[in-house]
């Protein structure tokens, strides 16, 4: 098992070709599907100045909507939408052949299908510390039972009574993954001086790497920060939440499916384990990102979590900062630009 994110094979922006030079040449079109609005300014800002000529919709990449990709090789998507077999054959027939990913992982695509379709799939790179810097605040908010100090402060209760919290520097704290978010989590703990033990089979960082069961025994906080792959779905199962040392915290902002939730719930409910921040969850499909306030949620393990105080749940959000969706969609458009340079001639 191999527990780094995905290497990004686009380059960077900065060589990507200046304004002045594209702009005698036929614009390059793009399709960008699950464009938010946050996105979409970006890319009216950013595609003219690279030579792209943009076409965005809100909608997520389906079979339903392939022909808006028609004449044009490329396509972007978001991580919101699961891009099923039928939708990769759909942009195949109208002669798509190149996915931008507008995330790290590729878990809601099969790249191995695709590309016995002649699609080519690539991920883009992004600030690693909107990802990083979120999983501290979780971790500092999970150590100081942020929930139960706002929940009772929220009704006016500001007794100190079982909210005395734990100081990272006397903690130890496991990395399980450190590709460029988990290295990046290592950098920001040394600040904290806690002792920091680290999991991956292909080590990057400078830190104490151990072996998964050892790192589970010893770390009172256990940070997830693996891609999802047919080896790590329910990398926390059972059996290793059942080996984590008693009364740790576990925080997750890689995937929601590297954590069995039906065995992580009734380690918090028993206080077996201390408390967990998650910002992804089994199942979140559907329900993050959109408004469910006048609707039920059919998701039992959420709702079971969000009425322990113990744990905290956030909807995918540590990547969403200024920095890292500029960098998203600017390399997006790189990478069709690169795409198209090298297979001009195909």
């Known amino acids: 098992m191999v527990f780094s994110e995905p290497a990004r094979t686009a380059a960077h ?13 036929p614009a390059t079109g793009i399709t960008v599907y699950g464009c938010g609005r946050d996105e979409a300014v970006l890319f009216r800002e950013l595609a003219p100045r690279l030579g792209v000529t943009p076409t965005l919709t809100e909608s997520g990449a389906s079979e ?13 998507i978001g991580h919101k939408t699961r891009i099923t077999s039928r939708t990769l054959r759909a942009l195949s ?9 507008r995330s790290i992982g590729y878990n809601h695509i099969d790249v191995e299908y695709a590309a016995s379709l ?9 600030s690693p510390d909107s990802v990083a810097d979120y999983t501290l605040m979780l971790m500092l908010m999970a150590v100081r039972h942020a929930k139960t100090v706002i929940r009772r402060t929220d009704v006016h209760d500001y007794r100190l009574h ?31 001086g806690c002792h920091t033990v ?26 997830l920060h693996a891609p999802l ?29 590297l954590v069995d939730t039906e065995a992580l719930v009734p380690a918090l409910e028993s206080g077996r384990l ?6 992804v969850l089994e199942g979140e499909e559907g329900i993050f990102y959109a408004d469910h306030r006048n609707r039920p949620l059919d998701n039992k393990p959420l709702l079971r979590l969000q009425k322990l105080p113990n744990a905290l749940v956030s909807p995918h959000i540590a990547y969403y900062t200024d920095h890292a969706l500029r960098d998203m969609v600017e390399n997006s458009l790189v990478n069709c630009l690169e795409f198209e340079s090298t297979h001009q001639h195909d």
């Open 13 to 25: 922006p900065t060589s990507a070709p200046p304004a002045s030079s594209t702009s005698a040449a």
């Open 64 to 76: 339903a909507n392939a022909e808006l990709a028609r004449g044009n090789r490329c396509v972007s």
């Open 93 to 101: 027939r109208i002669g798509v052949r190149y996915i931008s990913t």
């Open 118 to 126: 002649g699609i080519s799939v690539e991920n883009v790179a992004y």
């Open 162 to 192: 079982g909210m005395r919290g734990r100081e990272l520097r006397d903690l130890t704290v496991g990395v399980v993954g450190t590709g460029r978010i988990g290295s990046a989590v290592v950098e920001r703990l040394r600040g904290f």
């Open 198 to 223: 680290a999991y991956d089979k292909r080590p990057k960082t400078a830190a104490d790497y151990v072996p998964l069961d050892e790192l589970l025994r010893l770390s009172d906080i256990v940070t």
């Open 229 to 257: 792959d047919a080896d790590t779905h329910h990398l926390l199962n059972r059996r290793r939440i059942e080996q984590m040392k008693p009364g740790a915290f576990l925080i997750n902002t890689g995937r929601g499916p």
């Open 274 to 279: 201390a408390g967990a921040a998650l910002d």
